[in-house]
């Protein structure tokens, strides 16, 4: 089994910094991608920001210029370091993971249990 493991989160002032991280273990062969998540209260899950295997990003155009995905394949980790916080991007923020367990196997995806991110006015 995999398991992702989120940290990071807290309260912060607006125009304030956090950063996040994941930690993924257990059966790896290899990661198909590797991202973040976030549900604010009343709306849907949505995408903030992903890196891909080759080393591609995607964000949300909310958070581009202000938040930077990053991940250290040495330790199965992807960080999500947010800048010029807004209150709007108060949410329960998931790590997610599209992993390979080995060569045969398909991928599968993998969500952590979700960290608060509260950002005060």
């Known amino acids: 089994q995999v398991q992702l493991v989120e940290s990071g989160g807290g309260l912060v002032e607006a125009g304030g910094s956090l950063r996040l991280s994941c930690a993924a273990s257990?059966?790896?062969?290899?990661?198909?991608?590797m991202g973040w998540y976030r549900q604010a209260p009343g709306k849907q899950r949505e995408l903030v920001a992903a890196?891909?295997?080759?080393?591609?990003?995607n964000y949300a155009d909310s958070v581009k210029g202000r938040f930077t995905i990053s991940r250290d394949n040495s330790k199965n980790t992807v960080y999500l370091q947010m800048n010029s916080l807004k209150p709007e991007d108060t949410a329960v923020y998931y790590c997610?993971?599209?992993?390979?367990?080995?060569?045969?196997?398909?991928?599968?995806?993998?969500w952590g249990k979700g960290i608060l991110v509260t950002v005060s006015s």
């Open positions: 257990g059966v790896i062969f290899s990661f198909n991608s």
């Open positions: 997610n993971a599209e992993i390979k367990r080995s060569f045969r196997e398909g991928i599968s995806y993998y």
């Open positions: 890196v891909i295997s080759g080393g591609s990003t």
